[in-house]
């Protein structure tokens, strides 16, 4: 499968704050992590998932996630050298839900809004919220945020 997502960082968030609410706790590391795959494990809320993601394109790349036990998720976090750990709130504006991610620990402070498309030149319609676009930029990717752990 393809995913087809772009990154975004917000503005102060002072329209966005009321706007988030039920948010899930996400706990992520990963197995390995090489130029062109990784494989990660996350803890989100009460249920567990492996994600394999394949490619360089930083917009377009083949993922393929799995749900697994949450004890089981739990466990391969012990073999991840670092844990990524934020707070996701998902935001339905029009057609699409916003996912906003809140960091914590040695990224506190760090907001970055994601939206997953259908194609790569689909129309979206922006918050006011949102910012400078960051997809292309593998700073913000989790695989790479997790090194600045």
Not at 92 to 119: N, R, T, Y
């Amino acid at each position: 499968m393809i995913e087809i997502e772009r990154k975004f960082l917000i503005n102060d968030g002072s329209e966005l704050r009321s706007q988030l609410v039920k948010g899930k706790t996400i706990r992520q590391g990963y197995l390995f992590t090489e130029q062109a795959k990784s494989c990660r494990v996350r803890v989100k809320g009460t249920k567990g998932f492996l994600t394999l993601k394949f490619g360089t394109d930083l917009l377009s790349r083949s993922e393929f996630e799995y749900q697994i036990p949450f004890e089981e998720a739990y466990e391969l976090l012990k073999h991840c050298d670092k844990i990524l750990e934020k707070t996701r709130y998902e935001i339905p504006a029009g057609k699409h839900v916003w996912e906003i991610d809140v960091f914590s620990g040695a990224l506190e402070g760090l907001v970055l809004a994601e939206i997953e498309l259908s194609d790569a030149d689909e129309t979206i319609d922006f918050p006011s919220w949102i910012a400078e676009e960051v997809t292309h930029d593998p700073t913000y990717l989790n695989v790479n945020l997790i090194n600045r752990l």
